[in-house]
């Protein structure tokens, strides 16, 4: 096997796949180096399967709006076998065929910089090898969980979207520490699945405080339908689990204390770049790598460097580090071979614009581009206009009850829009028309000439121009 590539990319998650491809595709040839599955945190132990894990809550949800319908308990382990099939068994021969098929070679191993485009392979069985590369080496290491400094909390062995996402059963009773993505996806799906006693303790005054407000009351409101109890302004202050697997007693700071079967830690994440060598080439390990536009590594001499996904800390998502990816294994074979490196579709814009994000809980939260927060900080002259989604004539078929809202920021000095919020069943689907008219910056009376069908929920397009003024 050989021990140079044109292209090194350590991590061998979605974002390192796409950087591998997108590079072999270039006509240049890749190496991946990956110590645990390949596919990554996203295909096993997080988006993959904790989407599986909420399909039938919120197909369940759906169900019980529509007169004439019944539906029975959730049978949690159909459901996690079914999330196992997701994951296929935890079981990367399918990613290793198509990596196969890239083709690209796969180097099973810890990567680490050793200086200059050489990265040192620890193999599982302790031997080492180290590589060099011809043009440059990509990091995708991803994130990992953090867990934060609350006496007896790491002792207690808490559950983290990876324990979380893999869970063999569902606990009787459940507490969460956090309130955003992570920790609102799985309360729902644990609770859903038959949780007896969920209960939220979140540090602020909100879920999802990165999102529009109406979008935390309406899913507060849900969960609270559901019985849910979260507990906002609180957090543990000391943590106890005398017996491995056993009971675990939450501290508070008021009141008795939580007692729960099974407590989960959802309050972020920290780039895993901790162990890759980065003091080899003047960086510092455990922080996230700052990159151009092209995702290169700024800082290190030479411009041979790249980093991806989480590892720089752009947008800590799952498509938008596959949209990095690309960026970046197109720039590195435009590099490679002389070509121009500055096209627009070599540089990334989407993460400066505000990324498309959803929140798979029952509603659904999605958002792409600007709060109206953000905006007015950013100093834009805006104006927002509200709408009930309720309202339109295709949620009402949706069944009884359907509740949602949206909103549109619109910057009034060029008449587009900067970011819009929807909040409701099934509006993930309403996202990608958002992503356009926000990432292209389509003009207010141009959208007005994009007609939604009737009687559809994207009717909410007419509505929120209508209460614009146009």
């Avoid at 996904?309 to 580090?321: C, E, I, S, V």
């Avoid at 498309?356 to 927002?384: K, N």
């Avoid at 009884?400 to 920021?409: C, I, L, N, Q, S």
Wanted: include cysteine; hydrophobic fraction near 40%.
């Amino acid at each position: 096997m050989s021990d140079e590539f044109d292209v090194i990319v350590i991590g061998g998650g979605p974002a390192g796949e796409n950087v591998a491809a997108r590079a072999v595709r270039g006509g240049l040839t890749a190496a991946v180096v990956e110590n645990r599955l390949l596919g990554g945190e996203c295909s096993y132990w997080a988006c993959i399967p904790s989407k599986a894990l909420l399909r039938p809550v919120e197909l369940a949800a759906e169900v019980r709006r529509v007169p004439g319908l019944t539906i029975g308990p959730i049978e949690a382990g159909k459901v996690l076998a079914r999330r196992d099939e997701a994951v296929a068994h935890y079981d990367d021969s399918g990613q290793l065929r198509w990596l196969d098929g890239v083709p690209a070679t796969l180097l099973r191993g810890a990567g680490r910089l050793d200086g200059p485009r050489r990265v040192r392979v620890t193999a599982p069985d302790g031997s080492e090898r180290t590589v060099t590369a011809r043009h440059a080496v990509v990091l995708a290491t991803g994130s990992t969980p953090a867990v934060p400094p609350v006496p007896g909390l790491r002792e207690a062995n808490p559950w983290t979207s990876h324990e979380v996402t893999a869970a063999t059963s569902v606990p009787e009773r459940l507490a969460v520490i956090g309130g955003g993505v992570v920790a609102c996806e799985m309360a729902q799906a644990m609770h859903g699945l038959g949780a007896r006693q969920t209960t939220m303790l979140v540090r602020g005054d909100r879920l999802l405080p990165r999102m529009e407000p109406f979008a935390s009351e309406l899913l507060a409101a849900s969960f609270a339908d559901a019985g849910i109890d979260v507990r906002f302004g609180t957090g543990a202050v000391a943590v106890e689990r005398p017996e491995p697997g056993g009971k675990v007693t939450i501290r508070l700071p008021d009141g008795p204390p939580l007692e729960a079967d099974e407590l989960l830690v959802a309050t972020g994440r920290k780039p895993a770049t901790t162990q890759v060598g980065l003091d080899t080439v003047g960086l510092e390990p455990g922080r996230y790598v700052e990159v151009d536009d092209s995702m290169r590594a700024t800082g290190v001499d030479g411009g041979w460097l790249y980093a991806v996904g989480d590892a720089n800390g752009r947008t800590l998502l799952t498509h938008m580090g596959k949209y990095q990816a690309r960026v970046c294994g197109d720039v590195i074979a435009a590099r490679a071979k002389g070509e121009p490196d500055d096209l627009p579709a070599l540089r990334d814009t989407a993460d400066g614009r505000g990324a498309p994000q959803v929140v798979f809980t029952d509603p659904q939260i999605c958002a792409v581009g600007l709060t109206e927060a953000a905006a007015r900080e950013a100093g834009f002259r805006i104006r927002t206009v509200e709408y009930d989604l309720g309202s339109v004539s295709g949620a009402y078929l949706l069944g009884d009850g359907y509740r949602g809202r949206a909103k549109a920021v619109v910057d009034e000095d060029r008449r587009v829009l900067l970011g819009v919020t929807f909040a409701g069943p099934g509006v993930a689907e309403l996202l990608h028309a958002a992503t356009i008219a926000v990432t292209g910056e389509v003009p207010l009376e141009r959208l007005w000439h994009a007609v939604p069908s009737f009687p559809t929920v994207s009717e909410i397009w007419l509505r929120l121009l209508e209460t614009y003024g146009l």
